[in-house]
């Protein structure tokens, strides 16, 4: 199986609501997800698909008080909780769209997304999830073994980012015992980071040759 992420272009719609002790609580919501037609990735998630999928995470995740996401792009499929900034409180389909509601959480993540927020940065938002692709007329299908992880708040990726992104939805993933792990670990995100800016595009080609010496 693929990780597979996608950024959603629609325009993200933020909440507050006043509380009794002067503060606020910040709320996104908006599209999160689309169905049966390419997204700009160029992949359809079909309605027989993805609404299985919508609705096992609603009924696992929406309605346990699990549904938390991270403030920008994941490594894996994991939900890793010392980046997570809010909570999915409502997920529903409205025709072909996916709509959804967030709370931003009082974390260290949550604090940044309200500060970007409140400064007036528009932020949107990226599903993430594991299945496989079936190419038909030159367009990626998603298939039913989808499983929707989370939709994560992002920002347009820089192109470090998106580069990391796509090389780490070209590895292979496995479920052991429930937990999704990479075939290879992968340490391209690390290596990235830690890069010195003036080296940053020989690193990249670097990590990228040996990308594909594994395909």
Excluded at 156 to 170: L, Q, Y
């Amino acid at each position: 199986m693929k990780l597979i992420t996608e950024q959603i272009d629609s325009g993200i719609e933020v909440i507050t609501e006043a509380k009794q002790n002067g503060t606020k609580d910040f709320f996104i919501e908006g599209i999160f997800m689309m169905a049966d037609s390419a997204n700009r990735n160029g992949r359809i998630y079909e309605s027989k698909i993805l609404k299985p999928a919508v609705e096992k995470y609603i009924q696992e995740q929406v309605k346990q008080g699990r549904a938390v996401g991270e403030l920008n792009h994941p490594e894996g499929p994991t939900i890793n909780l010392d980046k997570v900034s809010h909570l999915i409180t409502d997920l529903r389909f409205e025709g072909n769209n996916v709509i959804g509601k967030a709370k931003i959480l009082n974390t260290p993540m949550g604090q940044i997304v309200k500060g970007l927020l409140e400064g007036g940065v528009k932020l949107g938002v990226s599903s993430r999830g594991m299945g496989s692709l079936e190419a038909r007329n030159g367009v990626n299908y998603v298939k039913n073994d989808f499983h929707l992880a989370t939709v994560d708040i992002v920002q347009d990726p820089s192109a470090p980012s998106a580069f990391v992104n796509g090389i780490m939805e070209g590895v292979d993933w496995i479920c052991q015992n429930g937990v999704y792990t990479p075939q290879e670990i992968e340490k391209i995100e690390t290596e990235i980071k830690r890069t010195p800016k003036a080296q940053l595009a020989e690193a990249q080609v670097r990590v990228f040759q040996h990308f594909l010496s594994k395909l």
